[in-house]
């Protein structure tokens, strides 16, 4: 995987976690997501608007990314590994931490 000239990874998303069986990565400029470490989509932070968190009824929590235009994209971290036999006492708490802190650094690197 390549990134662009003055790009930098922010943040990973951790191991043990995917969104669709991609690894996701936040950089200055770009949200990844990768596969075999190659790039199979991305959203430019310059074409992103807000990000907020949204709480499904049975306690999912997604990222939702709203896209100037009106576009919306939902994202959900999954736990992918070993540990979703811990259930959903060890995975709602845990996916809604990772959540918010995707949309809090997210939100912060937005251009203003």
Known sequence: MRLKKNEHVVLELENG???DGKKA???????????KDKIVSEINLNHIAEVIPDISFLGVT???IRIFGGREVATTFRCG?????????????KQKTITQRWVNT???????
């Open 25 to 35: 990565i936040l950089t200055n400029k770009r949200i990844l997501f990768t596969k």
């Open 17 to 19: 976690w995917n969104v």
């Open 81 to 93: 590994d070993l540990k979703a036999v811990l259930g959903s006492s060890y995975i709602l708490p």
């Open 106 to 112: 997210i939100n912060k690197l937005l251009p203003r």
């Open 62 to 64: 997604s990222m939702k």
